[in-house]
């Protein structure tokens, strides 16, 4: 909680850093990066196949799972994708991307993280919030030292773009007709009153939607999938309502991934012990302890077996099976941990697999 109520306060307060001692605002830098960056020139290709095999890399290199790493070398092409849907304006359209930019935007990370508190191993949420607060601190930092400005700037003060500086008030931009049909001047005026106004690099709204996709998508395939469609929702609406480039988000994504394998490692120690039963139960089990309920989701885990995984290649596939079957309430998409030895409080309780 530490790192949010920074970045809350930060953020509240950022109209009180005096203009004078305050860096000089790039209103161009992002427009020239992002045709640079996704543009279909060789360039552009040549950048995005990079980004690719790093985000390849970095998954795999977190999983070791080949098939699951091709998903991290998508974001690139699928934000060229989403971008060629922006140019259509519509007032269906309109509110789909309201309802993620300005609605569930605000209530996903309460979500996620009732979620996990519910059905993940115990001490996850505190991860997640750690890994949301420091991402939108690192994110809150980089607005201050390097201002920016988003795609309404251009919009709504026309070309060549005139200098920015710090007294002039946000804007809405797409949302403005939202707030049109809504009948309401709740999104214009809030936006116009912004105390951070040039902070579209990176995009906090992508990162909050990645945060939440990396933590559910560990624990749940099908949370996976719906998180992945907000992903790429958030994706779509922060571009055509005009709020940031596609670079904004690609940061977003970055800056997320970044301090998500800074805590990794101690996931997989929290979902060793939960398999284990050395943590307890979860926020569903504890809840519904002693009822028919209890495993309802996850399957009655076999916590007091002691196994000693052979080296021999005759009991390989039969021990593999039974360490798949101990940790079935996992659920977890990304955990495929054999090959190493789990190691609990209690000392009578050791589970050593030979990968």
Known sequence: MTFILIWITTFKNAYRIDASIRPRIRVNYLERADHTLFDITFTGVAIQFMLSVAGYSWMYALTRRSKLSILAALPPFLLNILYLGTHSLCAALDVFT???YGVIHFISPFLAAF?????ASPGVVSIFAWTF???NCLGIITHLSFPTAAPWYGDQYGYPLPTG????PGSAAGLVRVDKVLGTHIYQNAFKASPLVFGAFPSLHGAFSCCCFFFIARYS????FMLGFYVLWQWFSTVYLRHHWRIDLLGGLIYSAFVFSIFYRSLQRMDKAFALGVSGGNGWQRLFEGTRLQH???GKPGYEVVMEMSTDDESYDSNRSSVHERRADLEAAWVDDLGVTWKSKDPS???KSQG
């Open 221 to 224: 395939r099908r949370g996976a």
């Open 115 to 119: 979620w996990l508190w519910l059905f």
């Open 165 to 168: 500086n710090y007294s002039m």
């Open 98 to 100: 309201w309802m993620s």
């Open 133 to 135: 607060g420091i991402q």
């Open 349 to 351: 309780v050791t589970t």
């Open 296 to 298: 309802a989701f996850d």
